[in-house]
């Protein structure tokens, strides 16, 4: 039986990663001390490997395709092929920002400052190139973890990946520049992307699953019966990602709508709809938007 060689990030994306498989029914178990996940497709088999490596194993062909962020595809250079970005991340649904950061109480506040300082981070070879960007020459040193308590006394500054900044003011740090965004990539193997029909197919379909879950999140569903005569009314109020679905009921001037709407704005809209004519209204959870 063919298999497809799938790395799943180990670390700070794993759990996230494995909840939205499972979300995309793919039953995804990790057991304890395993590296090898189980998963209820005899097509696929599970590798758990850290996301900063990941590029450089699909690159090679030990795996066919893997989960990893953008940043670590450019941070080691690796030749792969990206057929889908997935904006997700270890806390929430958006970006990851590698940032330039220095003490509260530091005199660099911009890039020019840091000529001729040290630099402390994980990406070395991203910060290199954002300082060849501004003519800047610093000493760029690999860290190997705990990067944010480096400052003053082992390092001038550092770059460092935040969602939401808690972790560096936590530690006095205050940000001077945003170095990149990166966010989740689904890569592929190049020889693979162009000769395997097989694979090729079974990763396609895999991302539209997993682009369905993504596109789904904050997002609910919902269904009315309207009076035809408020129709233009209710109609008027609500946002949808195309166009509301209607349909016609058993009794002639009654109409059903079925819609989509963000999950945020159903506290408010509700109550207009039913101030414009609207009853029966049933709010309904997604589990996958595929268009």
């Keep these: 039986m063919k298999k497809l060689k799938l790395g799943l990030p180990k670390g700070s994306l794993q759990q996230a990663t494995i909840n939205l498989f499972n979300k995309a029914g793919y039953n995804v178990k990790v057991r304890e001390r ?12 599970c590798m758990l490997i850290r996301a900063q490596e990941m590029a450089k194993y699909v690159e090679k062909g030990a795996l066919d395709a893997g989960l990893t962020g953008r940043d670590w595809v450019k941070e080691t250079g690796a030749d792969v092929v990206e057929v889908a970005e997935l904006i997700y991340a270890k806390q929430g649904m958006r970006p990851v920002r590698w940032v330039l950061a220095v003490p509260e109480d530091s005199d660099i506040k911009g890039v020019k400052d840091l000529e001729g300082k040290t630099i402390a981070t994980e990406v070395v070879n991203i910060t290199k190139e954002y300082l060849k960007k501004y003519g800047v020459n610093a000493k760029v040193e690999f860290s190997w973890g705990a990067t944010e308590v480096k400052p003053p006394h082992l390092a001038d500054a550092i770059v460092e990946v935040t969602e939401t900044g808690t972790s560096l003011r936590a530690n006095r740090l205050r940000i001077v520049d945003i170095v990149m965004e990166s966010v989740t990539v689904f890569i592929v193997n190049k020889q693979v992307s162009q000769t395997d029909e097989w694979k090729k197919k079974k990763i396609d379909r895999i991302v539209l699953m997993l682009k369905g879950v993504l596109t789904a999140q904050n997002k609910v569903g919902l269904m009315m019966n309207v009076k035809k005569e408020n129709l233009p009314k ?4 609500l946002p949808a990602l195309e166009s509301p679905t209607i349909s ?5 001037d009654w109409v059903a709508i079925n819609t989509i709407v963000d999950e945020k704005q159903v506290r ?15 709010e309904y959870p997604l589990n996958k938007i595929v268009y």
């Design 248 to 252: 016609n009921l058993s009794e002639t």
């Design 234 to 237: 209710v109609i008027k109020l």
């Design 34 to 45: 395993s590296y090898f996940p189980e998963i209820d497709d005899e097509e696929i088999e």
């Design 268 to 282: 408010t809209l509700i109550p207009e709809l039913k101030e414009a004519g609207a009853v029966g209204i049933v």
